[in-house]
Each structure stands twice: as C-alpha cells, then as structure tokens.
C-alpha cells in the first residue's frame, strides 16, 4: 500500500528557532497534502490543505506566518514552525492523497517540544 | 513498533443492516483511543474518541464503540446504517499522550440504497 514517510519523529527546540518538518509520499504522487495538529487529549485539528504547486489553504485560527506549508513537488510538502515557543509543543501529523485516490494516507507524525 | 489494524479493506451493506468494523492496535503504553471518518470530498471527521471511564462510547451519527483492553480492541458499531454512511472510516491510537499517534489503514464502507 501507500506510503508516507514524516521526518523528524521528534524534534526539541529552544524557544525562538525555527523547525521544518518533512513529509513525503514514497510510491505515489501527492497532489493533495493536509497538516493536523493534535494537542493532548484532544483530536486531530486540521491546520491547512496543500495542494501541489500552490499557496496552502489554512484553516480559521492559523497563523500563516507562524506555520509556513510549502509543497514544491508532488511527494513532498514541508510544514516549518517559525520562531517557535512552547505553546507550540504538540503532536503534528500529516497525510496525503494522491490524484485517482480519495482515500488519506498517513504519515507517523511529528513531537515538538519547544523548550 | 506501534500499529493499528483494521480488520476489513471494504465493507458492502444494505441500508438498515447492523455495522461492525473491527480495529486492533499493539500494546504500547496508555492509549487513547479514536474513530474518524471521511466522507467522499472531505477531510477527516471526529466520529469519537475514548480516553478513560465507560468502555462503551457514543459518538456522533448513532455510532458508538467499545473499548476492550483485554483483547486490544476498539470496534466501532452502528445499528443500522444510512447511505450517507458511505465513507473510509479510519481507527486511530494515540500512546502515551502524545508520543505516537498510529492510524489504521482505513476501512471503505459502502451502504447500498
């Protein structure tokens, strides 16, 4: 089956840097990348939508500036937290779908704690 | 490591028929436990989720499933289902509050009118 490979598993950071977090489709073309935040003991928030070769679709409440979503080609999307502080820490995940498929594929997620 | 099963790729119904869909996941802690759906054209949907307490969750819709530690296991169950029912359905795991959160491949529900 697909899959989607999420790069780092789990980063720490001090407060004020910057952080990408990579997530590529391995044996499908993505041409539609989504980005969750959960925080714990809550569910999966979405955070924006990308689609492949333009600007990311983000959801009421996130901060474009903050949460930067590029996604260059189609097996790759990147999400950088910029100058992060620890209200960032949170479980970030993505998943992708590919051009004949609706079905989401999931990559591992990422642990952020900012320090 | 860490995984989540689902027993079923798709699953074919008729309307009004009873829905089990079988999600098992590997030991790996505390975990927290979830049902998301996806309807066609959309993100993923919150259908519920368990944490601690009651076994049995009610959820949205009419679903509701069931948390059985013993043997691993959150199936979730309707009833009877609707054709808008249609949709991937997706059991997810979060373990240890946060350290790893493990979806399930996914399983297609088909309700047939």
């Known amino acids: 089956g697909a899959v989607v490979s999420q790069h780092p598993s789990w980063v720490i950071c001090k407060s004020g840097t910057s952080v990408k977090i990579e997530c590529r489709s391995l044996?499908?073309?993505?041409?539609?990348m989504f980005w969750y935040r959960q925080f714990p003991k809550q569910s999966l928030m979405l955070m924006a939508t990308?689609?492949?070769?333009?600007?990311?679709?983000?959801e009421q409440g996130v901060e474009k500036d903050k949460f930067l979503i590029n996604h260059a080609s189609l097996t790759l999307s990147t999400l950088t937290v910029t100058s992060a502080h620890p209200e960032d820490s949170s479980f970030y995940i993505c998943?992708?779908?590919?051009?004949?498929?609706?079905?989401?594929?999931f990559g591992s997620g990422t642990q952020l704690s900012v320090l | 490591a860490q995984s989540v099963s689902q027993h079923n790729h798709h699953v074919i119904l008729s309307e009004a028929a009873s829905l089990e869909l079988g999600c098992n996941y590997s030991y790996g802690g505390t975990v927290n436990l979830f049902w998301y759906v996806q309807y066609p054209g959309q993100h993923l949907q919150l259908l519920l989720k368990?944490?601690?307490?009651?076994?049995l969750v009610k959820g949205i819709k009419g679903f509701e499933a069931e948390f059985i530690k013993s043997k691993f296991s959150f199936n979730l169950r309707k009833p009877s289902v609707q054709w808008s029912d249609t949709a991937e359905y997706f059991c997810?795991?979060?373990?240890?509050?946060?350290?790893?959160?493990?979806f399930g491949p996914g399983t297609r529900l088909s309700v047939l009118p």
């Open positions: 044996d499908f073309q993505a041409t539609t």
């Open positions: 990308s689609n492949e070769g333009s600007k990311a679709t983000y």
């Open positions: 997810a795991v979060n373990y240890n509050y946060g350290q790893n959160f493990v």
């Open positions: 368990y944490f601690s307490g009651d076994p």
């Open positions: 998943s992708a779908r590919g051009v004949r498929e609706e079905k989401l594929f």
